[in-house]
C-alpha cells in the first residue's frame, strides 16, 4: 500500500489486463505473488522484493534472510530497484472504481493522473483539517461550504474568539460582545452582552420596583467586593515589591550594579554571528554543542562586550554533557578587534585571549602552552569566570569555590573584553546573570576588591625584581674598577627614579581619580553603591 497526497493505490486490488502472461509472471514478487510496487528493493543476492515485506524477512539479528536461496544481507547492503519497478508500472490496469462505472484502461503509472484530473468516482479528502468527509469532486466544493470543521471568526465588535463552524452555536450564547435587545417594554435599544447590565440599571423603561431595588443592592455589593479584593491584592504586591526594593539596595550597596538605562550594552547571549561552523547554538543562544567532536576546534563569544564602569564582572558556564571528569573545554575571555580572529581557537592560545581549560586544568595566558592552575573539568560542574577591572585579572570558580588569579594580567586597560567559550566536545550552557550564580559573587564582592590591592603589590615587587635582575647583569660586564662609582651612581639613579615613578603612580591615580568620582559619586545616574569614593580610594591603595 502506497499513500500519494489525498490517493493510496492498492496494489493488492488492482486488476491488471495485460495479455502477455509470461512477462506479467516474471514481475511478480515471490512473496506476495502479485506485480512489483513502485518502492522495492534488491537484496545482496540478485533477488527483487516489495519493500513492505522486508520486515518480514528479519532475523534476531537485524539481517535480512532472502527465501529463495537463504543468503543474508545486512539492512545497509538492500538497495532500491528501478529498472524492473518502471517495468512493472507499464503493466495495463483497469481502474479501481470500474466497478462503479469508470471505463479507463491504461498503465499503472498514469493511475494517480487519472485520478486527480478526470475520475468522477474517486473519493477526495476535505480540505479542512480534522474533518473525516469524503466524495467525489463534483460534491466537495458544496460540502466544503457548509463544512463543521470550517475556520470560524465571530464578528461582532472586538470579540477575538477564533474556532471552527461546529463551536458557533456555543460561543453565541456566552459571547459577551453580541448584541442582545433590552427586554424592557417600549425600549428598543440594543446592547452589547458585556454592557446590558450597566444599560439596565439606566434604562428610562425599567420598573423600579423592590425586585429592582433587591437587584441593584445585591448587584452593588457584588462590585464592592471586588474592589476591595481587587484593592487587598495591589496591596500585598505592592508590600512585596517594597521589600524586594529594599534588598536591591542592600545588595546594591555592597555590590555595585549597573542602571537600567545601561542594560543594553552588557552580555546577555551567545553571539550566533560570532561563532565556528562546528557550534550549534540552541535555547534562544544560551546553549552551545559542538556538533564534531575530536575533529575541529569551535568557539563562540557574547554578543557584547562586559561593561567597562564595572571594578568586577562574573558569569558561569555549566557543563551538561554526559562525560565526566574532564572535556576539552576552554572558557574565559578574549579581546580581539577583528571578527575573523575571534573563531577557531581556544581561550588563551592567542594575544589577547585568556582560559581555563578543562581536559588538564592548565590555564593559558596568551599563549600556545598552559600553566598550572586548578583541577580539571567536565560534566555537571559549573564553571565561573570573572574580571577585576582594579588589578586587570582574570580569575575562576569551581563548583561555586574560589581558585584565584590565573597568572598574567590583561596588560590593555583599554581592551574590550568578550566572555568567550572553546571546545572540542560536549554541551555547554550560560549564565550571563538571567539566574542566581552558584558562586556567591555578592559576600565575596567585598573580599575580590581586597585582593586586588595585594595583587598590585605582587606584580609591582615582581617588576622590581626583574629590574633588579637586569641591572645586576650590566653591573657584572663593566669594569671592576669602576663597579664601586656605578654602584654608587646606580643607587642614586633608582632613588630618581624611585621618586619618578611615585610621581608617575601619583599622576595616573589623580586620574584615575578623576574618573572615577563621575562613576562613583553618589549623585551618579550609573550605579548606586555604599562604598564612598575616600573608602574606594583607601581600598585601592591597600
Same mark, same amino acid.
Given at each position: ?52 515485506h ?82 467525489v ?15 470560524y ?12 463552524v ?11 460582545w ?76 555592597i ?17 550566533p ?12 543562544n ?38 565526566? =571528569?574532564?572535556?576539552? &573545554? $576552554?572558557? @574565559?575571555?578574549?579581546?580581539? /578587534?577583528? +571578527?575573523?580572529?575571534? #573563531? ?19 590555564s ?14 567536565? =560534566?555537571?560542574?559549573? &564553571? $565561573?569566570? @570573572?574580571y577585576?577591572?582594579? /588589578?586587570? +585579572?582574570?580569575?575562576? #570558580?569551581k563548583?561555586?569555590e ?30 550571563? =546573570? ?109
Amino acid at each position: 500500500m502506497e499513500n500519494k497526497g489525498d490517493f493510496t493505490i492498492k496494489y493488492d486490488e488492482l486488476e491488471y489486463i495485460e495479455e502477455n502472461q509470461e512477462l506479467l509472471e516474471k514481475l511478480c514478487c515471490p512473496i506476495c505473488k502479485l506485480p512489483y510496487q513502485s518502492s522495492s528493493v534488491r537484496l545482496k543476492c540478485g533477488h527483487i522484493f516489495c519493500k513492505e515485506h522486508i520486515n518480514d524477512l528479519l532475523d534476531n539479528l537485524n539481517n535480512i534472510v532472502c527465501v529463495i536461496d537463504n543468503n543474508v544481507t545486512g539492512i545497509d547492503e538492500i538497495k532500491p530497484e528501478t529498472i524492473i519497478t518502471s517495468t512493472a508500472d507499464t503493466l495495463k490496469v483497469k481502474c479501481p472504481y470500474h466497478r462503479q462505472g469508470c471505463n479507463w484502461e491504461d498503465s499503472r503509472s498514469n493511475l494517480l493522473g487519472h485520478w486527480k484530473n478526470s475520475c468522477k468516482y474517486v473519493l477526495f479528502n476535505c480540505s479542512y483539517p480534522n474533518c473525516p468527509y469524503k466524495c467525489v469532486k463534483d460534491k466537495l466544493e458544496e460540502h466544503e461550504k457548509d463544512c463543521q470543521w470550517k475556520p470560524y471568526e465571530c464578528s461582532y465588535f472586538k470579540c477575538t474568539f477564533k474556532g471552527i463552524v461546529k463551536d458557533k452555536e456555543e460561543h453565541e450564547k456566552v459571547c459577551q460582545w453580541k448584541l442582545v435587545k433590552c427586554p424592557n417594554k417600549d425600549c428598543n435599544v440594543e446592547v452589547a452582552r458585556c454592557k446590558f447590565t450597566e444599560h439596565k440599571w439606566k434604562c428610562p423603561n425599567q420598573v423600579r420596583d423592590l425586585n429592582f431595588l433587591i437587584e441593584k443592592s445585591a448587584y452593588l455589593h457584588k462590585v464592592c467586593t471586588s474592589q476591595y479584593r481587587k484593592l487587598e491584592y495591589l496591596k500585598r504586591r505592592y508590600e512585596m515589591q517594597q521589600k524586594i526594593l529594599e534588598k536591591n539596595e542592600e545588595l546594591y550597596s555592597i555590590f555595585p550594579i549597573y542602571s537600567l538605562h545601561l542594560a543594553t550594552a552588557i552580555p546577555r547571549h551567545l553571539n550566533p554571528m560570532e561563532k565556528s561552523p562546528s557550534i550549534e547554538l540552541s535555547e534562544d543562544n544560551m546553549c552551545a554543542t559542538h556538533l564534531n567532536p575530536g575533529q575541529e576546534v569551535g568557539n563562540v563569544i557574547s554578543n557584547c562586550h562586559i561593561p567597562t564602569y564595572q571594578d568586577i564582572y562574573y558569569y558561569e558556564v555549566k557543563i551538561i554533557s554526559e562525560k565526566k =571528569g574532564s572535556q576539552e &573545554i $576552554g572558557i @574565559g575571555f578574549c579581546g580581539y /578587534n577583528d +571578527s575573523a580572529s575571534k #573563531t577557531d581557537i581556544m581561550p588563551g592560545w592567542k594575544l589577547n585571549s585568556w582560559g581555563y581549560h578543562g581536559d588538564n586544568g592548565n590555564s593559558y595566558n596568551e599563549k600556545g602552552y598552559g600553566t598550572d592552575y586548578g583541577p580539571t573539568y567536565g =560534566g555537571g560542574d559549573v &564553571i $565561573g569566570c @570573572g574580571y577585576n577591572a582594579i /588589578n586587570r +585579572s582574570i580569575f575562576f #570558580t569551581k563548583n561555586g569555590e574560589f581558585l584565584g588569579y590565573i597568572k598574567g594580567t590583561v596588560w590593555n586597560k583599554h581592551i574590550k573584553l568578550y566572555p568567550m567559550i572553546g571546545m572540542n566536545e560536549g554541551k555547554v550552557k550560560v549564565n550571563f =546573570g538571567n539566574k542566581k550564580f552558584m558562586f556567591n559573587i555578592e559576600e565575596s564582592y567585598q573580599d575580590l576588591l581586597k585582593s586586588s590591592g595585594n595583587k598590585k603589590v605582587e606584580l609591582r615587587d615582581d617588576r622590581n625584581e626583574e629590574l633588579r635582575s637586569e641591572s645586576s647583569e650590566e653591573i657584572g660586564e663593566n669594569n671592576p674598577n669602576e663597579q664601586e662609582d656605578d654602584e654608587e651612581e646606580d643607587d642614586e639613579e633608582d632613588d630618581d627614579e624611585d621618586e619618578d615613578d611615585e610621581d608617575d603612580e601619583d599622576e595616573e591615580y589623580n586620574d584615575h581619580s578623576d574618573s572615577e568620582e563621575y562613576l562613583y559619586d553618589d549623585n551618579s545616574s550609573m550605579y548606586d553603591s555604599s562604598l564612598s569614593l575616600n573608602e574606594m580610594t583607601t581600598l585601592r591603595l591597600q
